[in-house]
């Protein structure tokens, strides 16, 4: 048997520029994207232009979404030094308040501590809150979480710093979650010298030794995310090329390849694409929803025939075996064969669910 049934997966870490770089992707090319790589669902970042911060710029891309989106969603609002009120009175309409503690893509940027203090203490406890927070500033974190026994989500931990930090802070009782990326698990350093300047991402690509303790550690992880983040080609090969690669259409094969050489489960993959994330972020069953997948298939990852805008990968020649060959979410056929048939607009807002 080489077809197999997963659930619709959920992707917690998706960026989809719409609005304002729609240039790099909009939401129904990013969820055309979404929909090949196996998910139903994605939940996307605030860092968008203008950024989702209040009631006006949430509505905007909840809108924007609503036109586009082939796949169901959710949208984060961004924490900035002076929005904290706002945006956890936003909390029940957002799949979760993210916080940019060290500098990324964008201008969304909490340097202070007090503001993270501001924003762990208002936003709703039964709502997750997500981190970028890399090495010392994920220490620092952690621990203002611990002390305000506040639960906390760690976005891509790509290093065995970052993972042994995590294990600590549950051992002295912090509710914390995780995620890790495909490029951390499936790339490092020596990739990132081949690849030049379009190698950018953060965190950026860590040593070989990081990225075998991300495996090693793999029952401490709770999530794989893909932190798809598209840029052109063009922007990538710039003299000041902006950090992120595009992640949703090669995820599945990579994990099913690790599958086949025997470091992971299928079940180890369903219960990081689909069961944690539906836990964590609180999203409702999709009813009839099924992705089907072909372990025995081999392709070659090729940029221009991707879905995503971007139309680059950071595995672009790689080999992958295993392969999405069809999706069904609500009981409507939206994907087969290369061919995505939801039309923008499909998509629905994954509402959260009442905290049990
Ligand atoms: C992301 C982007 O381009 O929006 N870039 C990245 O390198 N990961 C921002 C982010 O998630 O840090
Ligand atoms: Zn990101």
Redesign the pocket.
Known sequence: MTRLRLPGLVDVHT?MRDPGQTHKEDWSTGTAAALAGGFTTVLA?P?TNPPVVDRRTLDGALAAAAAGARCDYGQYVGATETNAGEAAALAPEAAGLKMYLDS???ELRLPEPAAWSRHLEAWPEDRPVAV?AEGSTLEAVLLMATRLERPIHV??LSTEQEVLLVIEARERGLAVTCEVTPHHLFLDASDATRMGGPAA??PPLATAADREALWRHLADIDCFAT?H?P?TWAEKTSDTP???FPGLETVVALLLGAVDEGRLAIDDLVLRLHDNPMRIFGLPDQADTVVEVDTAETWTVHGPDLHTRAAWSPFEGRRLLGRVIGVTLRGVEVYREGEVLAAPGFGRKARAKEPE
């Open positions: 960026h970042m860092n990324t893509f964008g970028h976005c891509h991402v953060r932190d983040a840029h902006p950090p992120g």
